[in-house]
DNA sequence: TCATTTTACTACGACAGATAAAGTAAATCA
DNA sequence: TGATTTACTTTATCTGTCGTAGTAAAATGA
């Protein structure tokens, strides 16, 4: 299980990526988000609706009714314009973050 | 800049990393992650300063008084067996971290 | 058919870590 | 001697995560 501290800064990225081709919802997202890390990362159900409310509230995503077909009714998210130019920018960053973080955390048992 | 939310779970290991192997203080640091991250990452006085609080708080590091040189009196940190286990911790739990978030952040704009 | 499970959220409050702002204090330097 | 650098400390605020609890509807099972 890997902290939530950590992953703190990419929650809304990580939704916007699963976004990027087509709309989808909270719990949709969960389950991708589980299964794709392996059970490494299940995003708590209160981190992730909020972390939605925070990306409408960018303009990162739009919401919609989605017709359910299953269980109760969905608000379907579709990622914006402005939503996949963060996304391109975190990208980046991320990036950068990798090598600065790569520069202080070195195993120390194996020689350098 | 890397947003500090990013590197929020990170701060306590990248000090622990720099008291490795010999005792420093804050200001010192504080340069160290300047130099050593080519200015991409400088931490900010309140977190670098209450990170060692925290720190001491978890018995990772140990504080005495040195003599000072130059400038105000420092108290020096040193790290502490237990500090030492942690960082091996959270060393294992960095490479984990970024195969998870690998998973979810790719470039778009290149395929794949 | 009725209860349990799964799906799909919403609301509220608490907490931890980062940070802005301001202040303190001693030594060095021009 | 006054500015700058070193070296912190205190206080208060903000943001994102998360625990707890509740709501609601469809699917599933006995």
Redesign the pocket.
């Known amino acids: 299980m890997i902290s ?2 950590v ?2 800064g990419y ?1 809304d990225t990580i939704i916007l990526y699963l976004l990027w081709d087509q709309p989808s ?4 997202i969960s389950k991708l988000i589980r299964d794709i890390s392996n059970e490494q990362y299940v ?5 992730l ?3 939605f409310n ?1 990306l409408e509230k960018n303009s990162y995503v739009e919401s919609f009714s989605g017709k ?1 077909t ?6 379907y998210y579709r990622i914006t314009e402005k939503g996949r130019k963060y996304y391109q920018e975190k990208f980046l960053e991320w990036g950068i973050t990798k090598v600065v973080i790569d520069k202080f955390i070195k195993d120390f048992n194996k020689g350098e």
Do not use: C, H, L, V
Not at 43 to 47: R, S
Not at 70 to 75: M, P, S
């Open positions: 939530s501290d992953i703190r929650n919802y909270g719990y949709e995003i708590k159900e209160t981190t609706y909020s972390a925070r359910e299953q269980g109760r009714k969905r608000t």
